[in-house]
Every structure is written in structure tokens, then in C-alpha cells.
């Protein structure tokens, strides 16, 4: 079994910073693509940037200059350092990982998301 366990949300100014982790553990085997998706009250999930096991990286236009993905690959985990936050930036964050794991009769490839952490940004 699989978790992603998120962590670092939190109320901030307007202007402000946080940063967002997100922890993989279990039978992992190899862990593909890492995300970040947010989803704020009455509107659908976003994707707002996602990296690749060879750190490339992609942000939704909203974000760019703004925030950064990275990724630990030792320790299975994904960053999301957010500068300059915005109101309109308010929302749960989910993390999202393609994740393959292994046991003794086989490996498996799925897509597996955290709880999700909120981050408010506010004055």
C-alpha cells in the first residue's frame, strides 16, 4: 500500500511564502511523474505543476515565477515553495504521484493522490 502524506499548509499574508511537502511511502519501486493540483471552493481540481523523474518541470500560467516544484528522489518526495502568495492562491492542495510498486509476484503502476493540505492566503 501506497501513502502520500502532505504537510506545510497554512494562512499567509498576501505577499507571503509556504512551502508544501509531500511524502511517498510503502512498495515503492520507482516513482514517475510528482504534482501538485489544487482545488478551491466551488471551482474543479487545477493541475498546477507537475515534475518528472528527470526534473522537468511545468506550471500552470498563474503560478509561473512564482512557485517551485522539486522533488528528492531519495526520499520519495516532492517540494512546492510558493512565493508571492495571492488570494486567488487560497485552495486545498493535492499531491499526486505515478508510482510503480513491487512485491514478491509482480510490479504495478498506478496513480495515487494525498489528503491534501489548505493553504489560505489572507490579510
Known amino acids: 500500500q501506497v501513502q502520500l502524506v502532505e504537510s506545510g499548509g497554512g494562512l499567509v499574508q498576501p505577499g507571503g511564502s509556504l512551502r508544501l511537502s509531500c511524502a511517498a511511502s510503502?512498495?515503492?519501486?520507482?516513482?514517475?511523474?510528482m504534482g501538485w493540483y489544487r482545488q478551491a471552493p466551488g471551482k474543479q481540481r487545477e493541475l498546477v505543476s507537475f515534475?518528472?523523474?528527470?526534473?522537468?518541470?511545468n506550471y500552470v500560467d498563474s503560478v509561473k515565477g512564482r512557485f517551485t516544484i522539486s522533488r528528492d528522489n531519495a526520499k520519495n518526495t516532492v517540494y512546492l515553495q510558493m512565493n508571492s502568495l495571492k488570494p486567488e492562491d487560497t485552495a486545498v492542495y493535492y499531491c499526486?504521484?505515478?508510482?510503480?510498486?513491487?512485491?514478491?509476484?509482480?510490479?504495478?503502476?498506478?496513480?495515487?493522490w494525498g489528503q491534501g493540505t489548505q493553504v489560505t492566503v489572507s490579510s
Open positions: 515534475i518528472t523523474r528527470g526534473d522537468i518541470t
Open positions: 499526486n504521484a505515478d508510482i510503480m510498486t513491487s512485491n514478491q509476484y509482480s510490479n504495478s503502476r498506478n496513480n495515487y
Open positions: 510503502g512498495s515503492i519501486f520507482s516513482i514517475f511523474n
